[in-house]
């Protein structure tokens, strides 16, 4: 149950966006999550409620963004995106070598939007 420990970290950084803008209730969340990371979008909320239950956040909403996979051929220098994860060891859609691929988007998590006051 990792979402746990990640949502902590969104929220510490909310927290600390909050208290430099003075402001006091969260009212919106929006976190992006890579596709590789795997984040169980059920969990993520669960933990959010969980951690905002019976403090001025009660009631925010948590918006998640699923950043699709991108990938760089390292070889050829070829970018797409994959329909999974399987991709990062097939060989490359471009010149067909099997080279290690360079991850240029889809992983992390990141506090992408908030919304308080
Ligand atoms: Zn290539």
């Given at each position: 149950m990792?979402?746990?420990?990640?949502?902590?970290s969104v929220m510490d950084i909310a927290n600390?966006?909050?208290?430099?803008?003075?402001?006091?209730?969260?009212?919106?969340?929006?976190?992006?999550?890579?596709?590789?990371?795997?984040?169980?979008?059920?969990?993520?909320?669960?933990?959010?409620?969980?951690?905002?239950?019976?403090?001025p956040h009660e009631g925010a909403i948590l918006e998640l963004?699923?950043?699709?996979?991108?990938?760089?051929?390292?070889?050829?220098?070829?970018?797409?995106?994959?329909?999974g994860r399987d991709a990062l060891y097939a060989p490359c859609p471009a010149c067909g070598e099997t080279v290690p691929f360079r991850v240029i988007g889809g992983e992390g998590i990141f506090l992408d939007h908030l919304e308080a006051e």
């Open positions: 990792h979402e746990l420990s990640l949502m902590a600390e966006e909050l208290a430099r803008h003075g402001a006091r209730r969260l009212t919106l969340l929006r976190v992006r999550h890579g596709a590789l990371d795997q984040v169980q979008p059920d969990a993520m909320r669960m933990a959010f409620e969980a951690m905002t239950a019976g403090t963004v699923e950043e699709p996979l991108r990938l760089s051929c390292c070889l050829c220098g070829h970018e797409f995106a994959p329909d």
